[in-house]
């Protein structure tokens, strides 16, 4: 017996290609919402994590910052005790001063010259004396320019053949001895701090072989 299928079989074929078509492209759609979705979450997360370290770093920024302006003041503070130690330091050397020129002169000062004045202005000294000859000043000058210890760059400003006075004339007539006046400029200087001296490095002790 021969079966003939009367019903429009093409049309049936064709609406479920079609309804198949709809189904798998809900899905393709559904998948790729989904999928954007997951995404967004994932972004959404690492950028709230990066907000997060940001604001620690932010915070742990402004303590450093309030840190170091603490140690900006400290050193400030430090600095100025340093320099009230030094002014210090210097008035109790600048009391010191005016002895410890006299006696640098007085030693500088040769065997047949002597001083007659000394006026100081600031960290200038201009001394005035006489001499036996022209040598001694010269050596006065060499005394002060190598191993002065307060006083340096020794100037000699004048020197000139002493007038005796009408009391002194018999006597320098008779000892034919002429004296000079000589007029020179010195200059302060601060000795400088001796540096520490280094300890002599240790020796290890020799250790003897011995032989058995």
Excluded: C
Excluded at 153 to 161: F, M, N, S
Excluded at 204 to 212: G, I, L, S
């Amino acid at each position: 017996m021969i079966l003939i299928n009367l019903l429009p079989h093409r049309e049936e074929r064709r609406r479920r290609r079609k309804q198949a078509f709809f189904v798998g492209l809900g899905l393709a759609a559904a998948a790729g919402v989904a999928v954007v979705a997951g995404w967004w979450a994932v972004l959404q997360q690492l950028t709230e994590q990066q907000q997060a370290r940001n604001g620690f770093l932010t915070a742990e920024i402004r303590k450093l910052e309030a840190q170091i302006k603490d140690i900006a003041n400290l050193r400030a503070e430090i600095e100025g005790l340093k320099a009230r130690q030094r002014a210090v330091e210097d008035l109790q050397t600048d009391r010191n001063v005016p002895v410890y020129l006299l006696n640098e002169l007085a030693q500088r000062t040769p065997e047949g010259a002597y001083l007659t004045a000394i006026r100081q202005s600031g960290n200038t000294v201009a001394v005035s004396g006489r001499a036996q000859t022209n040598e001694r000043v010269s050596e006065m000058l060499r005394n002060t320019l190598h191993g002065a210890q307060w006083i340096e760059r020794p100037e000699l400003v004048e020197i000139k053949a002493a007038t005796p006075s009408a009391a002194n004339a018999r006597e320098a007539a008779r000892d034919q001895r002429r004296l000079y006046d000589f007029s020179m400029r010195v200059y302060l200087k601060r000795p400088q701090p001796a540096e520490p001296a280094t300890p002599p490095a240790t020796r290890q002790p020799a250790r003897a072989a011995t032989k058995r």
